[in-house]
């Protein structure tokens, strides 16, 4: 499975951005694709996951109310929507294939990586 994130950049603290990832090769692996984020200096954590098939999801209680995951499988894609965002929302964005049946917040759990987007919220 091949990951590719795009959507980053700037914006004012309170704006939006989306931001998407397309999966190609294996898809009918994947069992759910998350968003994770990783900020200088600072550990990988978690921020969303999406089953690729169903309706499961989940998010850190630190974006919930602000940024929804949506998935569109017949173009392979998740996307990202992120509103009111905040400087501490600047991070680089990573999506993430986890192939296994057991949804999870935890990055070692998931076996496919995308190369990471760039996103900077300024105050």
């Known amino acids: 499975v091949q990951l590719q994130a795009s959507g980053g950049g700037s914006v004012q603290a309170g704006g939006s951005l989306r931001l998407s990832c397309t999966a190609s090769?294996?898809?009918?692996?994947?069992?759910?694709l998350g968003w994770f984020r990783q900020a200088p200096l600072k550990e990988r954590e978690f921020v969303g996951y999406?089953?690729?098939?169903?309706?499961?999801?989940n998010y850190a209680d630190s974006v919930k109310g602000r940024f929804t995951i949506s998935r569109d499988n017949a173009k392979n894609t998740v996307s990202l929507q992120m509103n009111s965002l905040k400087p501490e929302d600047t991070a680089v964005y990573y999506c993430?294939?986890?192939?296994?049946?057991?949804?999870?917040?935890?990055?070692?759990?998931?076996?496919?990586w995308g190369q990471g987007t760039l996103v900077t919220v300024s105050s």
């Open positions: 090769g294996r898809t009918l692996t994947i069992d759910s």
């Open positions: 999406i089953s690729w098939r169903g309706s499961r999801s």
């Open positions: 993430a294939a986890n192939p296994a049946p057991i949804t999870s917040t935890l990055p070692l759990r998931y076996r496919y």
